[in-house]
């Protein structure tokens, strides 16, 4: 896990962020569809969390109508954005895959992506914080210590991107930042890590 403090020049504040290695997610991904009961709806959640890049408020509100295809892709409408209007993000085919089986598993394609497996709330629509929970008990049983949450998971996925090399704008649009000084943070992170004054240290 990596946690840095980050100052962004036009916000002048600072801010913590928290990604896990490209390892540590892959671990999560594997460990979540092992589960006997929730493994197909954990699974499918962690992997759209890592590559859609949604705020655990957004994920809460997904619903399989919000999914649509244009030509050979898959987009989903999001209606309540912390901008307050609706925007899309792209979701990569294997995401597609996953939500598919979880279609299967309910029985239908309608209503909550993400629905509850408790036999007091079956089939009810999991809240912010059941999603939280979800990714922060993936995360203790890989062995984190740290509050890892939905959100963690959003800037692992963007870091990931910046790492493999995408452009900084198209990395702003799909993690729809309004300020590019805001996608800038993840390429600080990643400069601060790659070329960090102390590996210059000799003895």
Known sequence: VVRLLVQIPKAQKERHVITLSREQARHMLELARMHPKTGIRDEALIRVLLFCWLRRSEAAQMN?????????????????????????????????????????????????????????????????????????????????????????????????????????????????????????LYVHQQDFLEDNAADYVKL
């Not at 895959?97 to 079956?122: C, D, Q």
Request: aromatic share 4%; net charge positive; glycine share 8%.
């Open 64 to 184: 399989f109508e919000h999914i649509q295809k244009i030509n050979n892709h898959y987009i989903l409408l999001l209606p309540k954005t912390k901008k307050g209007t609706e925007e899309i993000v792209k979701i990569p085919s294997h995401c597609i895959t996953s939500i598919e089986n979880l279609a299967r598993l309910y029985g239908e394609k309608k209503g909550p992506v993400w629905r509850s497996f408790s036999n007091n709330t079956k089939g009810k629509r999991l809240s912010e914080q059941s999603i939280y929970n979800i990714v922060a008990r993936l995360a203790k049983q890989i062995g984190l210590q740290q509050h890892i949450g939905a959100h963690t998971l959003r800037h692992t996925g963007i870091t990931l991107a910046v790492e493999g090399g995408a452009p900084l704008e198209k990395v702003r649009k799909q993690a729809r930042h309004q300020d590019i000084q805001t996608t800038l």
